[in-house]
Structures are given as C-alpha cells and as structure tokens.
C-alpha cells in the first residue's frame, strides 16, 4: 500500500514585474516571460494586452485571470496553474496530483509518483525558473496511524532530489506542527555571489491519517495564500540581499577611481603652469563618478527598505498562521524572520553608513577644482584685460603719431633729400617718407605700451 494518499506536489516561482529603473520594454519582456510559462511562446500580442488590464488594480493581491483564477493542465493531468501578482512581483504556482482515472498511475510507489509529478511540473515552467526565487512544497496524507512522518519525508525529499547530491540530516532547518500536520523544513543556501537568489527550499506536510476531505480542503483554502505570500517576502529579502553584495562591489570600485582622482590633485597643482584642461577633464570625470555613485547609494538605500518591510510582513504572515491555529509550532519558519533582521538588515545599514562616508572626499575634491578652475578663470581673464587695454593704448598713440606727424617726415625727406626745381619727387623719397613716419609711430606707440603696463602693474599691487 501506498504510505501517502493524495501525494502533491506544488511549485512556488516569483519574478519582477516592475524592478528599479526598469524601462517600458523590459517590463514587457517581464509580463511575456511569465505568461509563456502558461501560454508558451506563441502568446499573441492581444492575450498579452488581455493579461495586461488585470494588473493595473491597485491591490496588493491580484488574481490576474480574474473570475477564472485557475488554468487547469491537460488532461488526464490532475493539477493547475495559479497566477497572481503580489506588489511589484509575479508569482506562479504550479500544481499537480499526478493522473485522473489512471489505473497504471496507482499501482506506481510513492517515489515513482513523486518523481513522476516533479518532471511534470517541471516541464510546465517551460524552463523558465523563478528569478527571484522558488519554492517546493510536498504534501499528503498518511495512509495509517502508525506510520513515522519524519522518515516518510526523509524518503520523498531524498527521491526528489531538487538539489544535487539531498542529505536529509545536512539539509534540513527545522521541523513543526500546522494545523495537526508535521512539517520538515529543508534547504540548500545559495552561495554564488551573482546577484541572483539561488536558495533551493523545500517544506514537506503530512496530515494524519483521520483529516477528512473536507477539513483538508478548508485547511489548503487558507494554507495556500499564506505560503504564496510566505514564500514571496523571503524570497524578496534573499533576492534583495543579493542585490546588495553586487551594489556594495559596485560601489567599492568606484570608491577606488574616487581615491585614485583624490591622490592626483596634489600632483596637478604642483604643476607650473597649471593645466586648465586637464582639471577641467579631471572635474568632469569627478562628477560623472558622483552621479553614479550617489545613484548607487539611493540603491543600497532603497533595498534597505525593502529588506525591512518585507521581514516585518514575513513576520506577520507567520502571527496570523499561529492564530490560526492556537496549537502549532512555526518556530523553525519564526527564525528565518530572525535572522532577516540580525543579519542582513544590520549588514546593509552598515554597508550603506561605510558606503555614504566616501562621497565626502569626493564632494570636496570636486568643489576645491571647481574653485581653482574659477581662480584660474579669472586671473586669464585680467590678463586678457590687460593685454588688450596695452595694445589699444600703444595702437591708438601710433595711429595718431603716424597721423600728426606725416606733413613732418616729408619736410625731412626733402631736406634730407632735395629734389631740384621744375622736376618731379622721384619714388624713393615717397619711401622714405613713408618709412620715416611709421618708425616714428612704432616707437611712440611702443612707448605708451610700456607706461601704461608700467601704471597697470603698479596698480594691481596697489590693490594687492
């Protein structure tokens, strides 16, 4: 005989529907990524825009096939697609019993059962796996009243092998009682540091041998919306934290570009003279850093947020289960919360204080070339000034001098030169006429430069 009546297997997968920063068309390719697990990769663009309207209520839980709730598999397949939207996130949960009116499928084992349903599911996700995270749950009821509930379970999370390698003893977290069934915790933690949630999780619930139909059928009415939303906020508080390891990364490397700029200043104002376009270079990169990096900090902010509300919901979730059910034993589910507010919360409040103190050195160096680039700005712009109020002085006096003195420089030609009488000025002394009155302009003119530099430089000292 079967030891198990009713074995089922459920399947839990969450995806962003709307993640930070996310544009228009990759919350497309999120919604179209969700729904071809159901629908396949030929949904037309129509069913899409379908799907789309039941989003865009403004609950936090939304059956996102309305009225329908459910998409039944193919028959002679027992089990059910449950699509809804939780927040900012799809969650799916994929059913399944194994086979109606199938007499071959009951004379199979309970491993060949569960592995048998396992592959179904699987392929059901369209290989598509959560990419926030994912969740087992096994569940039945024993067939007798003496049966052992931790070695049935120890068999199916061993058969199954929805990790590489299951050691029941290694891989199991904890154990509890709900609603008179005995659960059994199990994981496998993630430990790729790749920003995503990679934890493999699975509960197993056994109800004794006497629940009736009916009483299961009330218990799973309740049981299935809290762990949909159970596995949901850890899941979230996982996948988050992931995301803080990579921001943190992030934010260290360019921390080292911020030093790196920091240590060059003294280097670049020992320069004689200094070069305004490579502080002016060096100012650009800076803040193109310090937008990013700031940007980064509102991330690793956010995400802080993020981790606390959904600890406290998680908490929550697991209070109004134990109402429910004033005699069981959630503990081995309390700790996960626990740990959530020990561990990762504390971690990315300290990261976040380390973090935000290497934005002051930065905002110092950016304001200090900013005022060097003014000054530098300034004192090229005074002695542009200068120049010019130099040369129009010495251009003005030789304009007038060439002016007032060119009747002069004539008479001279002609004394220097005589020209006899009755005949014509020869070209030569046109020449030297001309040459006479431009040197004279050019050393008067040359002059007045050099008095008005000198009465120019006297005054900047005067005003210090």
Same mark, same amino acid.
């Given at each position: 005989m079967n030891p198990l009546i009713y074995p089922t297997i459920d399947l839990f997968l969450y995806d962003l529907q709307d993640g930070l920063g996310q544009s228009t068309e990759q919350l497309k390719q999120n919604r179209r990524r969700f729904w071809e697990r159901i629908y396949g990769k030929n949904i037309s663009k129509q069913r899409l825009a379908e799907l789309q309207l039941q989003e865009e209520n403004l609950t936090n839980y939304i059956q996102l096939l309305g009225t329908q709730k459910i998409e039944r598999l193919d028959y002679p397949l027992d089990g059910y697609y449950?699509?809804?939207?939780?927040?900012?996130?799809?969650?799916?949960?994929?059913?399944?019993? &194994?086979?109606?009116?199938?007499s071959k499928w009951e004379q199979l084992s309970l491993v060949e059962q569960l592995l048998q349903?396992?592959?179904?599911? =699987?392929?059901?996700?369209?290989d598509l796996p959560g990419e926030l995270g994912e969740n087992w749950l096994v569940w039945g009821k024993l067939a007798t009243p003496n049966q052992d509930p931790e070695t049935i379970?120890?068999?199916?999370?061993?058969?199954?092998?929805?990790?590489?390698?299951?050691?029941?003893?290694?891989?199991?977290?904890?154990? &509890?009682? =709900?609603?008179?069934?005995?659960?059994?915790?199990?994981e496998r933690p993630d430990i790729t540091p790749d920003g995503l949630n990679r934890n493999q999780q699975m509960l197993i619930c056994l109800f004794p041998h006497d629940k009736t139909d009916e009483e299961l059928d009330k218990i799973f009415r309740k049981l299935y919306r809290d762990l949909i939303r159970?596995?949901?906020?850890?899941?979230?508080?996982?996948?988050?934290?992931? @995301?803080?390891?990579?921001?943190?990364?992030?934010?260290?490397?360019?921390?080292?570009? $911020? @030093?790196?700029?920091?240590?060059?200043?003294?280097?670049?104002?020992?320069n004689s003279p200094l070069n305004l376009q490579q502080l002016q270079q060096d100012l650009a990169d800076a803040?193109?850093?310090?937008?990013?990096? @700031?940007?980064? =900090?509102?991330?690793?902010?956010?995400?802080?947020?993020?981790?606390?509300?959904?600890?406290?919901?998680?908490?929550?979730?697991?209070?109004?289960?134990?109402?429910?059910?004033?005699?069981?034993?959630?503990?081995?589910?309390?700790?996960? &919360?626990?740990?959530?507010?020990?561990k990762y919360l504390t971690q990315i409040k300290s990261d976040y204080q380390g973090m935000s103190a290497g934005v002051k050195p930065l905002e110092n160096f950016i304001k200090t070339i900013e005022g060097i680039i003014s000054i530098e700005k300034t004192k090229n712009e005074r002695t542009l000034n200068k120049t010019v109020a130099i040369a129009s002085v010495g251009i003005g006096t030789a304009s007038l001098t060439a002016a007032t003195i060119s009747e002069q420089a004539e008479g001279m030609t002609q004394a220097i030169l005589p020209v006899p009488a009755n005949q014509p000025t020869p070209p030569s002394n046109y020449w030297v006429?001309?040459?006479?009155?431009?040197? =004279?302009?050019?050393?008067? &003119?040359l002059l007045s430069a050099m008095i008005?530099?000198? $009465?120019?430089?006297?005054?900047r000292i005067a005003n210090g």
């Open positions: 449950y699509p809804v939207k939780l927040g900012d996130t799809y969650a799916l949960q994929i059913d399944c019993s &194994g086979k109606d009116n199938d349903i396992k592959e179904i599911i =699987l392929k059901h996700t369209q379970a120890q068999d199916c999370y061993e058969a199954l092998e929805i990790v590489p390698q299951p050691e029941w003893k290694r891989d199991r977290t904890g154990k &509890g009682t =709900l609603h008179g069934a005995s659960l059994f915790a199990l159970l596995f949901h906020y850890r899941n979230k508080i996982l996948w988050v934290y992931e @995301q803080t390891r990579q921001l943190k990364d992030v934010l260290k490397d360019s921390s080292r570009a $911020v @030093q790196k700029i920091v240590d060059s200043l003294p280097q670049r104002l020992t803040l193109s850093i310090y937008h990013y990096y @700031q940007t980064n =900090l509102g991330y690793l902010r956010e995400h802080y947020s993020t981790v606390k509300i959904n600890t406290h919901n998680y908490q929550r979730r697991i209070q109004e289960m134990a109402n429910r059910d004033p005699n069981s034993n959630l503990d081995f589910l309390i700790r996960f &919360g626990n740990f959530a507010n020990q006429s001309f040459g006479l009155s431009f040197a =004279l302009s050019v050393i008067v &003119g008005t530099a000198l $009465v120019l430089g006297k005054k």
